[in-house]
């Protein structure tokens, strides 16, 4: 099939439906113009990300992986006034742009960006009670899915959902003799989800503006 009838109905579906403002487009420029890579999701992800926020009505949102900020935006925009979203970035670059774009988006007063090591930072979290959280959302370093995953179960409660993406890595997974450590990471990853008692789970397809790839969408029992 032509996957450019995906990028087209992809086009569609934005045009209907996506919310893609001035606020966030703006984002995305701030972003190429400081050399951040232009792996965030797309704006019908941003959006379904912010629907699955309002649908599990969270109100305190952990994001691991903020780049410049634009899925952050897309989920801070789904909380309430008293709501809360804390964001884990590595890079200082990175969360300096990110922070620029949040305070545009008028969401700097319920964003909290935390720099460093994702690891470091999950462990200060959980060693200052900042859990549970409502919603959790990985997408960051490949390689370390897994223990992102056991980290945000230890954040969470009955109840608490967590998406993944890029799990699927344009269908590589299926190959057990692939060397890229980004496709073992979330071959481990989607192993240990498969085993793990303590969620319901499930991994959908994505297609569209970004490659074939897909998220795993789990609820804590």
Not at 86 to 107: C, F, P
Not at 141 to 154: I, N, Q, V
Not at 177 to 202: I, M, P
Request: aromatic letters at 6%.
């Amino acid at each position: 099939m032509d996957t450019s009838l995906f990028e087209s109905v992809d086009e569609y579906i934005g045009n209907l439906l996506g919310d893609e403002d001035a606020v966030l487009k703006g984002t995305l420029k701030s972003m190429k113009d400081a050399g951040i890579p232009g792996i965030n999701v797309s704006a019908n992800q941003g959006k379904f990300l912010q629907v699955l926020a309002k649908l599990c009505n969270a109100k305190k949102i952990l994001e691991i992986g903020t780049l410049g900020g634009y899925s952050t935006i897309w989920l801070a925009r789904a909380l309430p006034a008293d709501g809360q979203l804390i964001t884990l970035e590595l890079e200082q670059a990175y969360a300096d742009v990110a922070r620029q774009n949040i305070i545009k988006a008028g969401l700097d007063p319920v964003v909290d960006i935390k720099v460093g090591r994702a690891m470091d930072s999950l462990a200060a979290l959980d060693a200052e009670d900042e859990g549970p959280f409502d919603m959790i959302f990985i997408d960051a370093d490949k390689p370390p899915y897994t223990e992102y995953f056991e980290w945000a179960l230890k954040l969470s409660r009955p109840g608490t959902l967590i998406v993944a993406d890029n799990v699927i890595r344009e269908g590589k997974v299926l190959d057990d003799n692939c060397d890229d450590e980004r496709v073992s990471g979330v071959q481990r990853f989607n192993k240990a989800l498969a085993d793990n008692k303590q969620v319901t789970a499930t991994i959908i397809q994505t297609v569209g503006t970004k490659e074939h790839d897909g998220m795993a969408i789990v609820v804590v029992k």
